[in-house]
């Protein structure tokens, strides 16, 4: 195996070449272990109840830092440069328009050490890399900029109910800002959460919070025990060590790149290009999976991620949640997959542009989608690609659906037709962000003929799109109700704290959806 070079830690190299990977992708999965280990231990021993915030927040800071120069030495220093500048300039711009220089500068930097690794560095190698963590800290820099505006600076009555509830109602200082973008929990692989959410958790607050009922009002609160993570820990510990597995021995028998094959391309027939398409990119998935769900389980070991009780009064540990499988794999529209793959990045895409943009919100959403991936053409292809294919099956969906509504074996009929349509589509729009280059990703697509993109163009062109409304999710009128008592809390003291209550006897009566659609 051929030596793979990194910047940081060189400690782990007998283990990778042990295994025959990278250096830096055994960092990595070793330091995302670490953080597992260092979030059980955050919880047990630096407890809210007996640990002060300002404790928590340094231990935090000082863990993810470490976890950073451990995968990536000195080009660490890049999170911190990015979130020192990005700070100033909240500081320093004012309420009124900060948001708009640190959302240009925080991307700016992003995309220059994008450039810097891609062309100049290591192009076309998919290893832990440092834009990793900075596209987090990207979101995280440009939503909390985004949600101190509307706090500090907008009128609530011009606020949509989930701006309302997010909303930052005074500048934080600078160690709760390095400990929201640098924590040990998401410094890897995030995902992103709201700044309030964060301090909500910090401060101890997020067991006492009240639930509202089917009507949505609040219910009295009682005594309720602090719920546990390790159920929900250990579950998605399972699903990790699944999609481990299926990464490490399926995957490797159905690689992208041979959808581009020319013997391939040749003699097979449309049939089994049409199955092996979905197969392949199947089989991409599950690493996703991996990382994504591993990053949930350290947060949620750390007591982070408690989104009140469901209906049968079991505790949900889906607020950071970045993907829903069973959701992603039986999709039966391009909006479900959407709905459900990458979540957090999705909601970041819905609050910072879709639902401010005033002219074509879905392209523009898409566009800063691929921006923010990085530089490599295929993002891009793969991006123009989705909004087609996003704005094709809304059409055909608002035309169509209702007639396979009325009977249930029509709607079975519905549901196989868009799940094997929503499939084939996704796959076919995401080989180019698996291939990155523009020469492979276009001989993909014309060995297909284009076929489904002139699909979708004529879909366009002869049927009536009816113009959506931008939807809210029920999860942010269940934000709403809560936004209110946390903002008199923190009016009331002068400071972000809560003053401990019991905990709520209450069950939730909300539906389980958690992502606001990018346009439905």
Same mark, same amino acid.
């Given at each position: ?66 976890? +950073? ?29 900060? &948001? ?49 505006? *509307? ?31 640098? !924590? ?23 067991? &006492? ?20 993570? !390790? ?52 089989? +991409? ?54 709905? !459900? ?73 519905? *549901? ?56 809210? !999710? ?14 008199? +809390? ?31």
């Amino acid at each position: 195996m051929a030596t793979t070079s990194t910047t940081g830690s060189t400690l782990l190299q007998p283990l990778s070449n042990a295994v025959q990977l990278p250096i830096d992708q055994v960092n990595f999965v070793v330091g995302q272990l670490l953080a597992l280990l260092a979030a059980v231990w955050f919880r047990t021993y630096l407890h809210s109840g007996k640990t002060s915030s300002f404790v928590r927040h340094v231990v935090a800071t000082l863990l993810g830092l470490y976890l +950073a120069l451990f995968c990536f030495g000195w080009y660490a220093l890049h999170f911190l440069v990015q979130s020192g500048i990005s700070y100033c300039i909240m500081i320093g711009m004012g309420v009124e328009a900060m &948001h708009r220089y640190c959302f240009v500068f925080a991307l700016g930097y992003l995309i220059v050490c994008q450039i810097t690794r891609v062309y100049i560095f290591d192009y076309g190698q998919y290893s832990a890399d440092f834009s990793g963590p900075m596209m987090i800290i990207t979101q995280k820099i440009t939503s909390l900029a985004y949600e101190i505006h *509307d706090g500090m600076f907008r009128k609530d009555e011009e606020l949509t109910p989930s701006q309302r509830y997010l909303a930052v109602r005074r500048m934080p200082s600078l160690l709760e800002y390095l400990s929201y973008n640098c !924590n040990f929990m998401g410094i890897l692989a995030g995902p992103l959460c709201s700044y309030k959410d964060y301090i909500i958790f910090i401060e101890g607050r997020s067991y &006492h919070v009240a639930q509202p009922d089917r009507d949505g009002k609040e219910e009295p609160p009682c005594a309720r025990a602090e719920p546990s993570p !390790n159920v929900a820990v250990t579950q998605k510990l399972l699903v990790c060590g699944l999609s481990l597995l299926v990464h490490l021995t399926v995957s490797n028998f159905f690689p992208v790149e041979h959808n581009i094959d020319e013997h391939f391309q040749a003699t097979a027939s449309w049939p089994t290009k049409i199955v092996y398409l979905y197969i392949s990119l199947l089989a +991409a998935r599950p690493k996703y999976y991996f990382a994504w769900t591993l990053a949930d389980a350290i947060n949620n070991a750390a007591g982070f991620g408690f989104r009140g009780h469901d209906e049968h009064g079991e505790a949900r540990w889906d607020l950071v949640s970045n993907l829903r499988i069973r959701q992603i794999e039986m999709s039966t529209s391009f909006k479900m997959f959407l709905d !459900n793959w990458n979540i957090q990045t999705a909601l970041w895409l819905k609050r910072v542009c879709y639902e401010r943009a005033t002219v074509s919100p879905t392209i523009q959403t898409f566009v800063l989608s691929a921006i923010w991936h990085g530089v490599y053409p295929g993002y891009y292809l793969t991006f123009l690609t989705g909004v087609l294919m996003t704005l094709a099956a809304r059409a055909v969906r608002s035309n169509f659906r209702h007639y396979f509504t009325e009977s249930p074996q029509l709607k079975l009929l519905y *549901d196989v037709v868009t799940w094997a349509a929503t499939q084939v589509a996704v796959s076919y729009t995401v080989v180019p962000f698996v291939l990155l280059s523009v020469k492979p990703s276009l001989t993909f697509y014309s060995s297909w003929y284009y076929c489904l993109h002139i699909a979708g163009i004529l879909v366009l062109l002869l049927l009536p799109v009816k113009k959506t409304q931008r939807g809210k !999710n029920t999860h942010e009128n269940v934000q709403l109700s809560r936004s209110k008592k946390f903002d008199e +809390a923190e009016s009331s003291s002068g400071q972000n704290s809560f003053s401990a209550t019991n905990s709520v006897c209450s069950q939730d009566r909300e539906a389980a959806s958690r992502h606001p659609s990018l346009g439905q």
